[in-house]
C-alpha cells in the first residue's frame, strides 16, 4: 500500500502554520458579524467586566456614523478588558447593528472555536484589503497598531504607548481619506505584570512562524509563568477615552506614498495618545488599589468620614 506523503509527524507549531496559511488565503471572508448574537452575550460581558469595573468616555467624539478609524493601544494581554469595555459601550450608545469591525490577528482565525466568535463578534483577519473593503461600506474600523509587541510591553512600560512604529493605518486613513480617533486606554496592563516579552524565546520555539512575535512572561496569581499558565488578571480598574478626531483628507490620498507626511501624521497620534494616557494616569494612579478598594467599600467609607 502507498504511504500517505503527508507528513504524519509533523510538529503542533508546524501544523498550526499551516492552518495560518491556510487562514490568511481565506483572510477576505469579513461578512461573520452577527449582531443578534453580539447582543446575546452582553449580559456575560457585563458580568465579567465587573471585575474590572470599566469606564469609557468620550463618545460624544465620534461621527455620528462612518466610515472612521479608531485606533487603539493594545493592554491587558489575552484579556484585553479595555477591547471588550469599549465593544459594550459601543453596543449601548450606537446599538448592535452599528457595525463595528475589529482587526485580529491570524491565529485567532486558525482555531475552530475561537475563529467563529471572533467573526460573529465582528473581528476579521487583518490587513489593509480588510480594512479598506469595510470602510468602503462606512463601517468603524478598530486597529492596535501595536499589536502583540505593544500588548504584552513590560509592566514597567505600562504607562507608555508603543505603536511600534507601525505606519500602515497612516496610509491607510490617507488612502481612504476617513476620521481617525485615538482610543487610549489605562488599567488594563495593571492586570497583569509582564515581567518579559519573551521575543528570543518565541523566536526560538519558532512562533514566528504563526505570525506570533512573543512569549510573554508573566507575574501573576500562580507565580511565575509563560500567559497564561499565570493565572487570571488582577482585579484593576480600567478607564478609557475616546479623543478627538484627526482629519487629515486635506493631504489627499496620494500623501499615503509620501513617507513624510506619513511619519509626521503618525507622530501626531502617538503625542496625542501618550499625553492622553499621561492624563489618565493621573486621574488613576493605582488602578488595582482603586478597584479593590470599591470592591470592599473602602472608598463609601472614606467618603461617608469625610
Known amino acids: 500500500m502507498a504511504r500517505d506523503p503527508r507528513p504524519t509527524d509533523a510538529n503542533l507549531i508546524d ?41 469609557v468616555t468620550g463618545f460624544e467624539n465620534l461621527p455620528e456614523a462612518g466610515p472612521m478609524l479608531i485606533v487603539g493601544n493594545h493592554s491587558g494581554g489575552v484579556f484585553m478588558p479595555d477591547y471588550w469595555a469599549f465593544l459594550r459601550e ?15 490577528f491570524d491565529l485567532i482565525f486558525s482555531m475552530p472555536g475561537t475563529s467563529q466568535f471572533s467573526r460573529r463578534m465582528g473581528c476579521v483577519p487583518a490587513g489593509h484589503d480588510n480594512a479598506e473593503r469595510l470602510l468602503a461600506r ?13 500588548d504584552y510591553r513590560p509592566w514597567t512600560e505600562r504607562h507608555r504607548v508603543d505603536l511600534r512604529h ?55 496569581p500562580f507565580g511565575l509563568a509563560p500567559l497564561p499558565a499565570a493565572g487570571p488578571p488582577f482585579p484593576a480598574k480600567v478607564i478609557s477615552r475616546l479623543r478627538e478626531p484627526f482629519d487629515w483628507r486635506h493631504y489627499g490620498p496620494d500623501a499615503a506614498d509620501d513617507p513624510e507626511i506619513v511619519r509626521r501624521c503618525y507622530d501626531e497620534m502617538q503625542a496625542r495618545m501618550q499625553e492622553t494616557l499621561d492624563e489618565l494616569v493621573a486621574l488613576l494612579p493605582h488602578p488595582v ?12 467609607l472614606r467618603d461617608a468620614l469625610r
Do not use: C
Not at 462606512?138 to 509587541?149: C, M
Not at 488599589?289 to 463609601?300: E, H, Q, V
Open 90 to 104: 459601543w453596543v449601548r450608545q450606537r446599538g448592535a447593528d452599528a457595525p463595528l469591525h475589529s482587526l485580529g
Open 15 to 55: 501544523r498550526l502554520g499551516s492552518r495560518v496559511a491556510d487562514n490568511a488565503r481565506a483572510a477576505a471572508d469579513i461578512d461573520h458579524r452577527d449582531p443578534e448574537f453580539i447582543e446575546s452575550i452582553m449580559p456575560r460581558l457585563d458580568a465579567a467586566l465587573r471585575w474590572f469595573d470599566p469606564e
Open 138 to 150: 462606512g463601517g468603524a474600523v478598530l486597529v492596535y497598531p501595536g499589536g502583540d509587541e505593544d
Open 289 to 300: 488599589r482603586a478597584r479593590l478598594s470599591k470592591a470592599f467599600g473602602f472608598d463609601r
Open 166 to 220: 507601525h505606519e500602515g493605518f497612516v496610509r491607510l486613513a490617507l488612502r481612504t481619506q476617513v476620521p481617525v480617533i485615538p482610543l487610549v486606554s489605562h488599567g488594563s496592563h495593571d492586570s497583569l505584570i509582564v515581567v518579559s516579552r519573551g521575543d528570543e524565546l518565541a523566536h526560538t520555539l519558532g512562533l514566528d512562524r504563526l505570525r506570533i512575535h512573543v512569549l510573554p512572561i508573566v507575574f501573576g
